[in-house]
């Protein structure tokens, strides 16, 4: 079975430029997260989504940042005008029911971000 | 104070080696917490779930103490592949939120 897909894999991009970062949950999945990290911050919850509603998005950064899903099996992370601050891995994950009792979310390989 | 807080390491041991990690955390209320493994520029994954009566898979045992907020993981036997980051996670909150929080995990590197 496919895991969770991201897209693109690495993107460079110079400062002002912008981003969009996509994913394609696990088929039949209702929650959708998107985690950032870095080497000082670590893993970050930005935004997560249930049945495709955002439920919790006081982690995203700040305006310059926006998530969507417009349908179960895909969401965008992007970020207009991007900044070298944001470099970054992105991860998206998805899970099955609530992950607060399972734990198990299934990360996809991630984005891996530049800003120069 | 970071929600929950892991000593980074790197925790250099030899193989064969009995190691352990402490992660503590500040939510009073959290009521679900886990251990993930992250291999080098991968993702990270889940490795188990820990209970309050402590729980064992294998060489790992994972335990927790709620009335000092601490959740410790032990790895008997270290393999070289044990090798990995080890993610301390926990629920922000009592309810059956997907609202999961990670350290920044600790760093374990087996020898031969």
């Known amino acids: 079975d496919a895991g969770v897909i991201q897209s693109p894999r690495h993107e460079v991009t110079e400062m002002g430029q912008e981003v969009t970062l996509r994913c394609k949950p696990i088929s039949g999945h209702d929650y959708l997260f998107w985690y950032r990290q870095t080497m000082m911050r670590g893993l970050e919850l930005l935004i997560y989504?249930?049945?495709?509603?955002?439920?919790?998005d006081s982690g995203m950064p700040e305006d310059r940042f926006s998530a969507k899903m417009p349908n179960a099996s895909f969401s965008t992370l992007k970020i207009q005008p991007s900044e070298p601050r944001d470099s970054a891995v992105y991860f998206c994950a998805s899970s099955l029911g609530s992950s607060g009792t399972t734990g198990e979310l299934f990360f996809g390989e991630g984005s891996r971000l530049t800003v120069l | 104070r970071k929600e929950v807080e892991q000593d980074p390491g790197p925790f250099n041991v030899p193989e064969g080696a009995t190691v352990a990690f402490n992660c503590t955390y500040s939510?009073?209320?959290?009521?679900?917490f886990f251990w993930y493994r992250q291999d080098c520029r991968k993702e990270p994954k889940l490795l188990m779930s820990v209970y309050s009566s402590g729980n064992e898979d294998g060489r790992f045992t994972a335990q927790l103490n709620r009335a000092s907020q601490y959740i410790s993981l032990l790895i008997r036997d270290s393999k070289l592949s044990d090798s990995a980051t080890y993610l301390c996670?926990?629920?922000?909150?009592?309810?059956?939120?997907?609202?999961?929080?990670f350290g920044q995990g600790t760093t374990l590197q087996v020898k031969p």
């Open positions: 996670v926990v629920n922000r909150g009592s309810s059956n939120t997907g609202k999961l929080i």
């Open positions: 939510n009073s209320a959290s009521q679900s």
């Open positions: 989504f249930n049945n495709n509603v955002p439920i919790d």
